[in-house]
């Protein structure tokens, strides 16, 4: 099996500690490193190159935006099982792409997804996001996977499609409600943290990305022709809470 680890990146030289903690990782499979940068200004092309890391595809121009650079990346992966890292993320363990790899030699499996922590800027890990087997209405009930941990065959892209540009914050929840909710890819939750992810992603660093992000989530709901109750924005948020206690 050979595994796709699709990286995006815009002046952030912490790509370097993503980049090295899939390097890290004790795994079965092949694993291939693609990098798409948005044609960075600052020193993190240079601290790349200067880390000796092997990246077997590297291509550096402007683009349209987060999810237009993740799909650029997609095009360009030969893997048989994809997946994102964020340049700010890292894996949690250097056996996580092993736990991927064991989640897909079911070949009736095209997704598989773990657990998620969110770390501080000190390393202390604020709240776990913790998440289970996806079941037929979730996501008009406020749930998703966290988009970070999620792993898809590279042939659910080619049938389904990747990211709707269209949606600025939310379009990794539009992207799974369609492969998850509308089109019932068959998948697998395990119980595992997989990613270590610094907190003020681009939809929560701010209340009103927030905000944005949940509007653009009701949209895609309503893209789909699927239940979007007013309740749904309120749940979402509440659905947070017990990430802080755990």
């Known amino acids: 099996m050979k595994l796709s680890i699709v990286t995006v990146v815009r002046n952030d030289p912490r790509v370097v500690e993503a980049l090295a903690s899939v390097r890290a990782q004790h795994c079965g499979a092949e694993v291939e490193c693609i990098v798409v ?120 892209y080619g049938r389904w499609g990747g990211f709707d540009t269209g949606f600025r914050i939310a379009a990794d929840f539009e992207l799974m409600l369609r492969f998850l909710e509308v089109h019932r890819v068959p998948s697998r939750h395990v119980p595992e943290v997989w990613i270590h992810m610094r907190s003020g992603g681009v939809s929560n660093r701010s209340p009103g990305n927030i905000w944005r992000a949940n509007r653009e989530c009701l949209r895609a709901l309503r893209k789909h022709g699927l239940p979007a109750p007013w309740t749904f924005i309120p749940r979402k948020i509440l659905s947070k809470l017990p990430q802080f206690l755990g």
């Open 37 to 156: 940068d948005g044609a960075s200004t600052d020193g993190t092309l240079a601290a790349l190159e200067a880390s000796g890391l092997r990246v077997d595809r590297l291509i550096s121009e402007p683009d349209g935006g987060l999810y237009d650079a993740m799909n650029k990346g997609i095009a360009l992966a030969t893997g048989e099982v994809v997946g994102t890292l964020n340049a700010d993320d890292r894996y949690a363990s250097d056996t996580v792409l092993a736990s991927v790899a064991a989640a897909f030699e079911d070949p009736g499996i095209l997704a598989a997804y773990g657990d998620l922590a969110y770390l501080t800027p000190a390393g202390r890990v604020l709240r776990r996001w913790g998440s289970r087997p996806f079941q037929a209405g979730d996501f008009a009930r406020g749930w998703m996977p966290p988009h970070p941990t999620f792993f898809v065959r590279r042939e659910v």
